[in-house]
């Protein structure tokens, strides 16, 4: 056998590259985004396993399971979870949270700002700077590591900053940086 690895080890290693860190970086994370991907592998352990397990086992007292779709089936869903847990275990090991009420009232950008800025041509947008297990575009949420991200970095409301697009060269000037209030409970 030239090559040990699975389909599975090809499939984990696609969706790490998607989510890529800078080497020697730290996964850093919100706390709501770590508890989201917490929540996901508790939902994928209590309760999609067992009940796949559940189907797997029962198909598999049916008889022929050359031949059984649930038996066939539940397998491939079965390793689809055994895969995703896998996943999602090694990104709370990597992860940092950070807590980005610590900045609440600065005016500087930071991980976890949510930034309202303008184009030359008066266009506003909103994003939040967020981990790399977070990002939603549609929801204005960017990774730390983005090129928007980086770019607005430190930078301060008022300032204009200059980026690189693939339309080209593009000014926006910051008209609001904002975070979390620290929830006293």
């Given at each position: 056998m030239l090559n040990s690895k699975t389909y599975e080890d090809d499939d984990d290693e696609q969706a790490?590259?998607?989510?890529?860190?800078?080497?020697?970086?730290?996964?850093y994370i919100t706390l709501a985004g770590y508890l989201s991907i917490k929540n996901e592998l508790l939902q994928l352990i209590d309760v999609a396993?067992?009940?796949?397990?559940?189907?797997?086992?029962?198909?598999?007292?049916?008889?022929d399971r050359s031949e059984n779709g649930d038996y066939i089936y539940g397998k491939r869903r079965l390793r689809e979870i055994d895969r995703s847990i896998r996943f999602l275990t090694k990104r709370l090991d990597l992860a940092e949270v950070v807590d980005p009420?610590?900045?609440?009232?600065?005016d500087q950008v930071?991980?976890?700002a949510t930034?309202?800025?303008?184009?030359?041509?008066?266009?506003?947008?909103?994003v939040t700077i967020v981990g790399v297990d977070e990002i939603d575009p549609l929801?204005?949420?960017i990774?730390?590591?983005?090129?928007?991200?980086?770019?607005?970095?430190?930078?301060?409301?008022?300032?204009?900053?200059?980026?690189?697009t693939p339309a080209g060269i593009e000014?926006?000037?910051?008209?609001?940086?904002?975070y979390p209030a620290r929830d006293i409970h």
């Open positions: 790490s590259a998607l989510l890529q860190i800078p080497p020697g970086a730290k996964n396993r067992p009940e796949v397990v559940k189907i797997v086992s029962w198909a598999a007292s049916n008889g009420t610590v900045h609440f009232g600065s930071f991980f976890g930034v309202n800025y303008a184009n030359r041509a008066g266009v506003e947008y909103e929801r204005g949420k990774s730390w590591v983005s090129p928007m991200a980086r770019a607005l970095n430190k930078a301060y409301k008022g300032d204009t900053i200059t980026l690189q000014e926006i000037i910051l008209l609001e940086v904002t």
